[in-house]
């Protein structure tokens, strides 16, 4: 029994009229949790109800606490009549199972009802109270963090990353089932959220426990999806990146002087100082230097450090002697082994990170994609006799059928990735996604990632600060460039590439053009803005079934993929950029078409060589008007890179021609995709994206393709002035955001008309779509200007035959125009930081509907090195923590002035994390009852002029809203914005309840509607997820601004 | 080819205030959508007309989800479905019950009744404010005078707390709540030349001095009916004309203190006797309830209207008046000084806003 769950019902608010005569409603609650139920007492004749209740007391195992939801069910009393429901509220107990979050839950949740929506709201408050327990083979987990930031959560430093993790299970959709013929759509929509949330609550704990069998205390990265599959059932999934986090002490504090003595040197490339960049491996070899509290703060690992031993010792001691660059050559090949061995330990060395502690990644290769298309089988269930109908069936030991096919799957895809990687010369894949789309019976599951070479150093077991630098392993090159260079060899390259030599260091080899799902990282030298570019596709096909279907599928997604990849390129060049970041392709299939959107976002880096332009040939006839047309077009195309060099501000230096054997880039591009699409059974092919042997880049006009692809590339209008947009989390060269931000979700349906479309008019049509939806977006949020749309999600889905879905989560962040210059520098430190700790995140979490059968790489680049790290990073990180404490010092001075009646008011300011105190703060706040917390969103790690004091845990709701009045509330478009600002209202609830004020890593995974107006019905299904913190505004910065402006210089001159 | 769905919700409620307002004047999303491009809004942000109209939409289906939270503005600030800021909220609030003077002049001081509600047409057709406007309009007074009816305390506070508005806009609604209690005849052809803003000044003068309220501050509808006893000592003043000796004792009076101070000296002199009696039969009749409605058109046809056939200055009724009333102190026969002065308080003040063209 270790757990006890305490629940009291305090009042509610806005009740619905339930009573016709009165105007009034009786209402009681009912409080579920288990199999246990309590009842509140019916207060009479109000719309206001006063209940406070007793604490009703639920005795637990935690294993429950952590599948089940409380539920609460608000109801009208009827003397005569059954008791009609007002409505519910499920709250996820998960946050209070972990120590650290929150300790209690307390506020106004809005009472929901699939049927009717929000009809007012309840006041709760829920503790939990754990025994230990000492039973080892339990089979909870509580205590293992989740996040879904793809990036170490700030506040926390990874003692050790110990990789992937991944569970599915699967039940039958109450939807589907017989009973559902007989019930209500309420009882219907009901069970299946109930259902959903057991199954991710029974997966969260799954999860949890493989990452305590691998001794680790946290999930970052983490990534759930759903699987409608119809009548074959629902499946919950999910992936993430297991590690050891340990929370910044203010020990740790302390812990960051010593970067700023050491990182400027090491940025400085291989000055001696690199040595007074610790040695976090072993506890044993710590003594080197500086920091005492570095042992503290990893004391807790200590057992298991030793199993580093040797070769740590070894790269002590030369690390000291300060002559890295020499030593590079031998210790890099070991290096290599050691990583090698540490990662090929595990069985599939994926991160689901898409930023990354400095000096994580060594080397980029490019992105890897696997997609196989599977026919859903039809289940003939054999849990239909079990009568405990609320309880998750358990498939594993009744069939082992099931979960297993579907494992199977995905196990496949991802051997593929592995091999793929492995053929980029990388040993892991990081900004690591799966996502699937369903259409009747055909699924795409399609997984990607990026080919990379790691720091072996976090893969160890034993503790990695990740606030600093192991410079002992680093080759020369710098931080700016060095995972652009190539992993693989050059003279056994996987694909014809063209290499040159480093345009920033001039010592390694690098890809003409880098192509990766992760985001930009932070110390990488970027020339100019960057922008979102998408590659945007329709394919009809010929309606079939089962495996005619599934075969003309996946005969049509290697040309998908080739085109978008063509798409991409061309768009980039375009741009004269020669880098995607957080490149997320998504294959959606409907009954009649595949759909292919690819958004990424484009930046300069410098490292890199300039792009060459794009060139119109013509027939070869030397025909006059035609060669004349071919003219205008070249000039057109000229014209707009020209154009977009000077909206972008992308001047690269004048390359000193001399430069240690740099060849002039040549204005081709070559690249290559390796791709196998799988059906049912794995027959791997292999094609060459590259335009072939032709110099690429050459358009042929009188190639209908062709004439496609120009008239989209110059049909892409650049967003207005003012704006910036990007699908990583910020763009380079902007550093002074304000704290205004503005997250959003639009979601737009198209019905296509006409029956007969050509491929061509699709691609217009549905090109037209999504660039009209920026349009929408750039006037809706103009009073932001001078602004960044960032993190712009594209999800696009073919609901029914006919209709195109895009919906489309993004956040604004407005930043200072006019400090632009000045604010590099005085804000710059911050921003680094910020940039450092949660790093740019990518498109990963776009999981959704999406789907890809088959591989590829694109971009290249070399092995060595471990890059050294940029020193305005520890400078940042250091003021940062600094001012956190201040920032307590000073709140906590406020509250002792204030007492408890403080609500420190203003929207970024919330209670500190002190424990004991936030309580009353709180319900001081829920009573209260006046006015209600502000609760900011952002689908980035972070917000912009604040600072995360507190992770309160994950949240992750699944919701059902249904109406058959369609018509009453306003259409699918009235009733889909109802149910959307219920989400977030929902969701802002909870956030609140659990003491925060804000959401970072927040992404919306589903928005499932299906429509039948003639009948005046609708149905919809949303999936949020996200991480509830408290964040306190960015003050007393002032006694760090002399530091902060070292380290940013520093950078500055790294980055150049 | 059609957009089946468009839809775009931000986490903080986006407002624009201009689509607001044309959303309050009762315009048609399409109407909406020619004013502002009309406006030039398009240029500001390289936009076309369909994301004009996709804006549009999404906003008016905003404000109209919003609109059930602003009828009871209270429950705005603590609702959790929209993410408003506490400043924008009271502009929502602020702009929902404000009025057009055009339309409140129509209804001022008719029954707030469904019966009205169906002449909203008219009225519409004749002041040019949309129909659906002058809905919302009438729906607020109506909504308004519903909650203070069953409230004690003062009538504009009460306004104020309920519905969250500023001061300026509270005193407008008290002022419709009073006319649209006490069925203030404000329709006549002879009335037509007043604004709302001047029977508002007039109704404070009333709220404050005449009602219940003015003398106990804890009664139900204190602010909204006139004190029957303060309505009943007015008959006393009847002494004052009825009296052959006290009308001319108050004439000469009155005489002696404006010769030589203005041009109208004769014609006040040989008015006298008719707008002392006009003044004061207004009073004694106070009690029917019939001539409490005439009210406002007897002080202009028996007092107003002659004064400006003999082209009075605004200047010279301020004179007139005050002289008028402080004679009558010295009256020695007049015992009814209090009454007198909380009447001519407000008939003062009355008259002298209403003296306009």
Known sequence: MPGKLKAKIVAGRHLPVMDRASDLTDAFVEVKFGNTTFKTDVFPKSLNPQWNSEWFKFEVDDEDLQDEPLQITVLDHDTYSANDAIGKVYIDI????????????????????????????????????????????????????????????????????????????VNEDPEYQWIDRIRTPRASNEARQRLISLMSGELQRKIGLKVLEMGGNAVVGYLQCFDLEGESGLVVRAIGTACTLEKHSSGSLVNTHTHPNTAPASNACNSPSKDGKESP????????????????????????????????LIFTGMGSGGSAGKEAGPLKTLLRQQTQTALEQREFPFFTLTSFPPSFLVHVG???????????????????????????????????????????????LRQEIKSHAKALGCHAVVGYSENTSICEEVCILSASGTAAILNPRYMREGCLDIGSTDQRFDDPSPPSCGFCHIPYDELNMPFPAQLTYCYNCRRQKVPDVLFTTINLPAEAAVTGKGCLIQARLCRLKKKAQGEVNATAISNLLPFMEYELHTQLMNKLKLRSMNALFGLHIQISVGENMLLGLASATGVYLTALPAPGGIQIAGKASGDLNNEQHVQSIQKRINDTIAKNKELYQINPPELTEEGVGSPIPEPRHRSRLFRSHSESSDEVSELDLSHGKKDAFVLEIDDTDAVEDIHSLLTDASPPTGFYTCNTETMPGIYNWTTAVQMFTSVRVLRLSNANLSNQSLNKIFTDLCENLLKSFYFKLRSNIPCCLCHLNFTVAVPEEELIQVSVTAVA?????????????????????EQLQFPLELCADSSSTNAQPSSKFSGVPENTIVSSRAASVDYGSFADRCSTWLELLRLKANTIRRGSVKTISSLEHCSPLTEGRPRSLRSSRSFGGSSVTMVKMTPLSFLPGTRIIKFLGIINMFFIRETTSLREEGGVSGFLHTFIAEVFAMVRAHVAA???????????????????????????????????????????????TSMTNIGQTCAADGAT | MAVELDVFVGNTTIMDEEVYQLWLDGYTVNDAVKVRMAGGVLDECEANQDVLLSDTMDQYRTFQMCERLLQSPAKLANQLLFQIPPHRQTMLIERYYAFDDVFV?????????????????????????????????????????????????????????????????????????????????????????????????CAGQLINNWTVGAVDNMVEDMDVDLDKEFLQELKELKILITDKDLLDQHKSLVCTALRGKTKAFAEMEANFKNLSRGLVNIATKLTNTKDVRDFFIDLVEKFIEPCRS????????????????NSAHILDSF?????????????KSCIYKMYHD
């Open chain 2, 105 to 201: 002049r129509e209804v001022l001081g008719k029954k707030l009744s469904k019966g009205t509600k169906k002449d909203l047409d008219d009225i519409s057709a004749k002041t040019g404010v949309t129909l659906k406007s002058c809905r919302r309009q009438f729906d607020n007074f109506k909504r308004v005078f519903k909650v203070v009816e069953e409230l004690k305390g003062p009538l504009v506070e009460n306004i104020r707390q309920h519905f969250l508005l500023s001061d300026k806009l509270a005193r407008d609604y008290a002022a419709i709540v009073f006319f649209a209690n006490n069925r203030f005849e404000t329709g006549k052809k002879k009335l037509q030349y007043l604004t709302f803003q001047d029977f508002a000044f």
């Open chain 1, 281 to 312: 491996l072993a506890h044993g070899c710590r003594s080197t230097h500086n920091s005492p509290v570095h042992s503290a703060c990893s004391s807790q690992r200590l057992s298991q450090n030793f199993s580093v031993s040797v070769p740590t």
């Open chain 2, 335 to 347: 015992k009814h000084q209090a009454v007198w002065d909380r009447y001519m308080g407000v008939i």
């Open chain 2, 310 to 325: 003999d082209r009075w200055t605004p200047a010279d009724i301020k004179l007139y008046l005050t002289h008028y009333t």
């Open chain 1, 366 to 412: 490019g992105v890897v994609s696997a997609r196989s298309v599977k026919l859903l089988d039809r289940i003939h269930n054999p849990a239909l006799g079990n009568t405990r109908s609320y309880k998750l069936l358990d498939w594993n030991s009744v069939t082992a059928d099931e979960p297993e096919t579907r494992d199977a799957w995905w196990e496949e």
């Open chain 1, 94 to 169: 998960d946050p209070l199972l972990c120590t650290e979050a929150a300790s209690v839950i307390s506020g106004w949740f809005p009472i929901y009802d699939t049927i009717h929506g929000i009809r007012g709201e309840i006041n709760v408050l829920v503790k939990v109270e754990l025994f230990n327990d000492l039973n080892r083979f339990r089979q909870s987990s509580c205590g293992v963090k989740f996040f879904c930031t793809t990036s170490i959560p700030r506040g926390y430093r990874a003692a050790m990353v110990h990789g992937f993790v991944e569970e599915l299970v």
């Open chain 1, 813 to 833: 962040m407005t930043f200072d125009k006019d400090q632009n210059q000045e604010g590099f520098i005085t804000k710059g430190g911050n921003e680094t930081e």
């Open chain 1, 994 to 1040: 659990l003491g925060g004020n804000a959401v970072v890593s927040y992404s919306m995974k589903d928005c499932v509607l299906m429509e039948n107006p003639n009948k005046n019905q609708a149905q919809c299904l949303i999936n949020v997820s996200g991480d509830a913190v408290i964040c306190v505004r960015e003050t007393d910065q002032e006694p760090m």
